[in-house]
C-alpha cells in the first residue's frame, strides 16, 4: 500500500525527513517508527478497517503512525487542536473504534470507544481491504460534513516522483491541503518543517532557520504577514514558492504580496475535501487566472459554476447527502469566470449578493477595502432590503483605533472611486473580533449571508 514510501525512506535514509521542536529525524528514522508502529497496532489488535481518530498535528509520531495505519489498512479519522470543541460531535459522527492521542510530548495514548461502525461507505472499504480518510469540512459557511475517501486513489498521484522541497507544513494535519502536502514532501524525499505556532513571525523564523522553499498557505495568512510586516524580520532567501489557496484571493493581497517576495513564484491550488487537490498552474505570478486538473481529474463550467470529476473522489458523506450528479460530477458550488484553459475563481455562489439584479462578488469589495490604510480584516456580506432584494454590508476589524465615522467615510469613498455604485457597501460595521479560523481561513458564517441565488 505505501510501499513506494518506504522505497524512498529506504533510498534516503541520512535525508533530513521532518523538522519538529527544534529536532530533525532522519529517513532512516521515520522508515523505523513506521515499522515500530505497525507492531504496535498489531499487538494492540488494532484490526484492517478500524475508524482510527489520530489526534494530533504534524510530529514524528504522528506521521510515522498515519502512514503505519494506511499499511493496516485502518479507515483514519484525522482531528487537530483546530476543532477542539467539535471533537467530540466528530468522533461520534465518524463512528470512531479507536483513538490514538498525542500530547504536546509526542507521546501517545489509546482509547477505544464501545461502539462498532456501521456505515455503507466504511464496508464498501472493508470488502476491498482499502484504508480511507475521513476528513471533516472546515464549516466556516455552515455545518461540517464529513467526506469519506478511499486512501488508494489518493495515494495514486505520489508514485510519480517530482522535486525534492523543503516545505513548511502550514495547512493542518487534518486538511486535505496538508494531506496533500505531506505525501507530496515524503514521496519525493523532501523535509517536512513543522511549526506549532502559525504566526507570521514563527512561520518566517522556521523558513529561514530551516532554509524551507515551499510555503502552502491561504490567502489570509498572507494578508496577516503583510500587516505584521514580519517580512522585514527574517531572512526568506530560501523561499522559492507560495502556493494559495483555501478561499478568493484578493487582488490587492497578491499585488502586495509580490511586492514583499519579488523573487518567489506564487503559485494558486484548487482542492476541496471531497474531490483531493487538482494539479494547477497559474498564468503567471501575479495572475489570478488558473489551469486546474490533471491526471485523474476532469473539469467542466455549467451555468458559470465549476464542476469536477476525479478519479480520487471520495466515496461520499457521513452525514449528508451525496453531492455527485448521476453521470459522477461533483458541483463545486465556486462561482468561476473562463478565459480559453485558464479559469478565475470569484467565490461561492451561495455568497454572491444580488442587488437588484446585479451580481457583486465579496472579495471584489474585500479587495477593494483592503487597500485602505489600517484595515486589518474585512468581511463583506448580503442583507435583505425590501427595494433592491439585498444591499452590501461590511465588518471592518481595524490595525488602531479610529474614529468610526472617518473610517466608515473612507471606505464609502474609496469604494466609489474603484467601484460601481451598486457594489459600495450601505452598511459598514467596525468589529474588534478576529474574522479568520485556526485554518487561518475566513469565517463567513459569523455574518448574515445573503440568500443564495
Known amino acids: 500500500m505505501i510501499d513506494f514510501l518506504l522505497q524512498v525512506f529506504q533510498e534516503n535514509p541520512d535525508k533530513d525527513a521532518i523538522v519538529w521542536k527544534n529536532h530533525i529525524y532522519s529517513y532512516g528514522w521515520l522508515s523505523q517508527r513506521v515499522a515500530y ?7 494492540e489488535h488494532v484490526p484492517p478497517g478500524s475508524i482510527t481518530a489520530i489526534e494530533a498535528d504534524f510530529s514524528p509520531n504522528s506521521i510515522a503512525l498515519m502512514l503505519a495505519l494506511i499499511q493496516r489498512r485502518c479507515i483514519l479519522v484525522p482531528l487537530t487542536t483546530s476543532v477542539e470543541a467539535k471533537k467530540p460531535e466528530f468522533l461520534q459522527v465518524a463512528e470512531a473504534e479507536i483513538s490514538f492521542k498525542l500530547d504536546d510530548g509526542d507521546n501517545v495514548s489509546v482509547e477505544r470507544f464501545p461502539d462498532h461502525a456501521t456505515h455503507a461507505h466504511y464496508a464498501t472499504l472493508r470488502d476491498q481491504s482499502h484504508p480511507g480518510l475521513v476528513l471533516f469540512s472546515s464549516g ?3 455545518k461540517s460534513k464529513a467526506a469519506v475517501h478511499d486512501f488508494v486513489g489518493i495515494l495514486e498521484k505520489f508514485k510519480v516522483r517530482r522535486n525534492s522541497l523543503r516545505t513548511m507544513t502550514f495547512l493542518l494535519y487534518d486538511h486535505i491541503g496538508g494531506v496533500n502536502t505531506l505525501l507530496y514532501t515524503l514521496s519525493n524525499a523532501g523535509c517536512i518543517v513543522t511549526v506549532q505556532d502559525r504566526s507570521p513571525d514563527a512561520v518566517l523564523w522556521a523558513i529561514a532557520k530551516y ?3 515551499l510555503l502552502p498557505t491561504s490567502p489570509t495568512f498572507l494578508n496577516l504577514l503583510i500587516l505584521s510586516e ?3 524580520r527574517h531572512n526568506t532567501e530560501t523561499l522559492k514558492t507560495i502556493t494559495y489557496g483555501t478561499e478568493p484571493m484578493p487582488e490587492s493581497t497578491l499585488r502586495r504580496s509580490r511586492e514583499i517576495f519579488p523573487n518567489v513564484n506564487f503559485q494558486q491550488t484548487y482542492g ?4 483531493g ?3 494547477s498552474k497559474s498564468r503567471s505570478s501575479d495572475s489570478l487566472w488558473v489551469k486546474v486538473g490533471g491526471e485523474g481529474f476532469e473539469t467542466r463550467v455549467v451555468d458559470g459554476m ?3 470529476k476525479a478519479r480520487s ?3 461520499g458523506y457521513l452525514n449528508a447527502p451525496s453531492p455527485f450528479t448521476d453521470d459522477g460530477w461533483f458541483i463545486t458550488g465556486d462561482a468561476v469566470e473562463v478565459d480559453g484553459e485558464y479559469m478565475r475563481i470569484l467565490g461561492r455562489k451561495s455568497e454572491i449578493i444580488n442587488v437588484g439584479g446585479e451580481k457583486v462578488y465579496p472579495a471584489e469589495v474585500e479587495s477593494t477595502i483592503s487597500e485602505i490604510p489600517n484595515i486589518a480584516e474585512v468581511t463583506v456580506f448580503g442583507e435583505k432590503h425590501p427595494i433592491t432584494g439585498n444591499i452590501v454590508s461590511a465588518r471592518i476589524r481595524l490595525l488602531e483605533e479610529e474614529d468610526p465615522k472617518a473610517v466608515k467615510l473612507r471606505v464609502k469613498n474609496h469604494c466609489r472611486e474603484r467601484l460601481r455604485s451598486f457594489m459600495v457597501p450601505v452598511k459598514i460595521e467596525i468589529v474588534t473580533d478576529v474574522q479568520h479560523s485556526e485554518r487561518f481561513k475566513k469565517m463567513r458564517a459569523q455574518v448574515q449571508p445573503a440568500p443564495p441565488q
Open 211 to 213: 532554509r524551507a522553499e
Open 306 to 308: 465549476l464542476q469536477i
Open 313 to 315: 473522489a471520495m466515496l
Open 277 to 279: 487537490i487538482l494539479r
Open 230 to 232: 514580519a517580512y522585514r
Open 140 to 142: 466556516s459557511t455552515g
Open 272 to 275: 476541496l475535501s471531497e474531490v
Open 37 to 43: 508502529w505497525s507492531d504496535f497496532i498489531a499487538r
